[in-house]
């Protein structure tokens, strides 16, 4: 039997095979969505009346699931469902520290009310005023509870620019964590690629952390993408990671500046398939932006990466103005 | 009679097969632009579901869902010739993995019988 869903005024009768997020969007309604796969959470919606299937709560916490929390993009209900009008909860955090960390680049400690479990590379949503922004986390559990936010200070950005001049004490609201661009557990000797631009460098450093945490053993590539050769941060800490056991390469490019030096000159992709023309058996990570992001997930797929070991984060800006209610959550990062 | 589907390995090996396959229509020029703006991870999902079809696995394909999901490239010039192509990368990818000439006959009678709904023809044109 077909699911039928209910939304506000909202009221249609799932095809075949069809999501609940594939019927809602049909239906005009604006939800946010991202990974469509059960992973990222972006299209959380909660069930007021009906199931929503056990497929679209896997994996989330066991507070969501009692409340009727489910991923609508997995959702495929046989029954009636009703999907409640409203947004996810949140939790509070205040501002710890605010630390210029690179070309107007700030790197924003927090400290969550209540601690949030998380993998190092997912991203929260974070809530200031009417704004929703989306920041990856830099820190690992490991370090405590405390979370690392690496911010681009753009220039009419109204939360960027809010958080670098925030006071320590100040107060956010958080939602997440959400992503899956994330290290997994079970082949420690494959070789990664991690490749990012600009403070796409954030999940990928705490990634390429984690992934040594847990006893990864084989050779870990870390791209790093600005526009010129003064755009990078970090460089010390990665440098030190280079020096460290293990095999760690560390390549820095950029699209403009001297060439021959010790940092590769050109298009961040070009640059990154020259280097690694041969990618079969590789698990890749690839954040940024996001036109840049698609077109390198498709060279390292061709390029012999299996498509379940190619993980991505693109980040959106937000639109300015923005919008009232935006169907897709702005990135600040 | 067991299906190739289950000859193969089932679902895992089907994962295993999509990659390879969908490798081979992107890197086809003449195929690529029809998929340049795709999600890859959906596109993967619908070709998962094909694989499954052809082989003779548990998947229920009508002849109305592959006209469906077909229309906006028949509507952009998809033809013959380009259901031909990803005929023969299917035949190929199932080569590859080591599959015998008679059964990739068998998987290609199946795809076939699906070619005038993918190109949005009446049976009898």
């Known amino acids: ?333 | 009679m067991t299906s190739l589907y289950d000859e193969l390995g089932g679902a895992v090996a089907i994962d295993a097969a999509v990659d390879i396959f969908y490798r081979k229509v992107m890197a086809d020029e003449k195929l690529a632009p029809f998929f340049d703006d795709v999600d890859m991870e959906r596109q993967a999902a619908k070709q998962k579901a094909f694989l499954t079809m052809v082989t003779g696995g548990p998947a229920n394909y009508s002849g109305k869902d592959m006209r469906r999901a077909h229309a906006h490239l028949v509507a952009e010039g998809i033809d013959d010739s380009h259901f031909d192509a990803v005929v023969g990368h299917l035949a190929g990818t199932l080569k590859e993995l080591g599959v015998d000439d008679a059964k990739i006959a068998r998987v290609g009678a199946v795809a076939e019988s699906v070619r005038n709904d993918v190109l949005g023809r009446n049976p009898a044109s």
């Not at chain 1, 009906?50 to 997995?74: I, K, M, N």
């Not at chain 1, 992503?179 to 600009?198: A, D, I, K, N």
Request: aromatic share 6%.
């Open chain 1, 1 to 333: 039997m077909p699911g039928r869903i209910r939304r506000g005024s909202l009221d249609l009768v799932l095809e075949p095979g069809e999501t609940v997020l594939e019927g809602l969007l049909r239906g005009g309604a604006a939800v946010p969505s991202s990974c469509r796969a059960g992973a990222c959470q972006a299209c959380m919606q909660r069930a007021a009346a009906g199931d929503p299937g056990a497929a679209s709560q896997q994996g989330l916490h066991p507070a969501l699931r009692e409340q009727g929390w489910f991923l609508a993009c997995v959702s495929r209900p046989t029954g009636d469902l009703t999907i409640a009008d409203g947004e996810p909860p949140a939790i509070g955090a205040a501002i710890t520290e605010v630390t210029p960390i690179g070309p107007a680049i700030v790197r924003v400690r927090l400290e969550p009310d209540e601690a949030l479990s998380y993998r190092p590379g997912q991203y929260v949503q974070l809530i200031q005023d009417d704004q929703i922004r989306a920041y990856s986390l830099a820190s690992s559990p490991v370090d405590g509870p405390r979370l690392d936010l690496h911010v681009r200070v753009h220039r009419h950005g109204r939360v960027s620019r809010w958080l670098a001049g925030a006071a320590p004490g100040a107060r956010v609201r958080l939602r997440g964590p959400a992503g899956s661009c994330f290290y997994t557990e079970g082949r420690p000797e494959q070789p990664l690629l991690m490749v990012g631009t600009g403070t796409g460098l954030a999940p990928l450093y705490a990634i390429a952390r984690d992934a040594r945490r847990r006893g990864h053993t084989g050779p870990i590539s870390l791209v790093h993408g600005a526009r010129d050769p003064d755009g990078f941060y970090l460089v010390d800490e990665l440098k030190r990671m280079v020096a460290e056991a293990g095999v760690f390469r560390y390549v820095r490019c950029a699209m403009t500046g001297e060439i021959g030096g010790e940092i590769e000159v050109g298009d961040l992709a070009a640059v990154t398939l020259r280097l690694f023309p041969n990618l079969k058996g590789w698990r890749v990570f690839l954040c940024g932006s996001p036109d840049w992001v698609n077109a390198l997930k498709k060279q390292c797929f061709l390029r012999g990466a299996g498509l379940k070991d190619i993980s991505t984060d693109a980040f959106l800006t937000a639109p300015t103005p923005a919008p009232p209610r935006a169907a897709v959550t702005a990135s600040g990062r």
